[in-house]
């Protein structure tokens, strides 16, 4: 494992046990055209106890313990859903598409 | 007089946007930008939301009261609460986020060297500052609000000022 997907496992995790409505952490990946994006961690939250505004993409920039700057995009179930289904008002930037999920570790649960 | 403080309070909307986008872009950047100038474009996009909030409820712009810099504090978690209507939240979530918003919205209002508390906390974003016989940088601080926002519902609080900008810039527009 590379360190920055060392450091989106990490991110993952500590919102997990912060965030008790988080129900599922994907990765997201740089597309073709989001070639900016390969030094950027992008994260997709589905959070169950956030406001409903579509896909409002929201830098987090590099710190002591996290040094690599991060793109986290957070949307309520029905929102993903809607994504999934191809709902053109929840759509991702171009420049990402979504990954893996990152499972909620055992001690978040 | 209306029209007047419409437009100081579109005015005031669209800076507090372009502040933000800075802020973003700033935050996005590797090599990574040194925190009090990412610190000191958010603070000062709040100021200018709160700022056209104010404007817009029809205080003068041109006033000395308009003019100081500790709105944020008194205003900014008010604003804030009516982006904040999360549609499975429990009472106690709500208060347990709007808590956290007030924490943050104080501390990002101490980022401006001019809301010192009297002297009691000297350390902003923007001049350098002694503490006992040390001269202490900006450049070089470990400023508590960027842990505030990496902790629980530090992403909300940017979600709802992010929505709370676009809502005032579209609304300034528009009426």
């Known amino acids: ?109 | 007089m209306r029209s007047k403080f419409q437009a100081w309070a579109r005015a005031f909307a669209r800076q507090a946007e372009a502040d933000w986008n800075i802020y973003q872009q700033l935050e996005s950047e590797t090599p990574s930008k040194p925190i009090c100038h990412r610190l000191l474009f958010l603070q000062m996009s709040c100021e200018k939301l709160v700022k056209s909030h104010l404007a817009l409820g029809g205080m003068d712009p041109e006033s000395n009261k308009f003019r100081v810099h500790t709105w944020i504090k008194r205003r900014l978690g008010e604003i804030l609460k009516n982006c904040v209507v999360i549609p499975s939240g429990s009472h106690q979530l709500q208060r347990s986020v709007m808590k956290n918003f007030k924490h943050l919205a104080q501390e990002i209002e101490r980022l401006n060297p001019a809301a010192d508390d009297n002297k009691q906390r000297p350390e902003n974003c923007e001049y350098p500052w002694s503490s006992g016989d040390q001269i202490i940088l900006p450049l070089e601080h470990a400023f508590s609000a960027v842990d505030l926002l990496d902790k629980q519902h530090g992403l909300l609080f940017k979600k709802a000022l992010k929505k709370a900008i676009d809502d005032q810039v579209r609304t300034t527009t528009t009426e």
């Open chain 1, 1 to 109: 494992m590379t360190d920055k997907e060392k450091q989106a496992v990490e991110l993952a995790h500590r919102h997990y046990v912060l965030e008790e409505g988080l129900e599922a952490i994907y990765q997201l990946v740089p597309t073709a055209i989001g070639l900016e994006g390969a030094k950027t961690i992008g994260l997709l939250e589905v959070n169950k106890d956030t406001i409903p505004s579509g896909v409002v993409p929201l830098f987090f920039g590099p710190t002591k313990t996290y040094p690599f700057p991060t793109l986290i995009i957070e949307m309520t179930p029905d929102e993903f859903a809607q994504m999934k289904s191809g709902d053109e008002l929840v759509r991702l930037p171009p420049e990402w598409k979504l990954g893996d999920v990152i499972e909620k570790p055992a001690h978040a649960k």
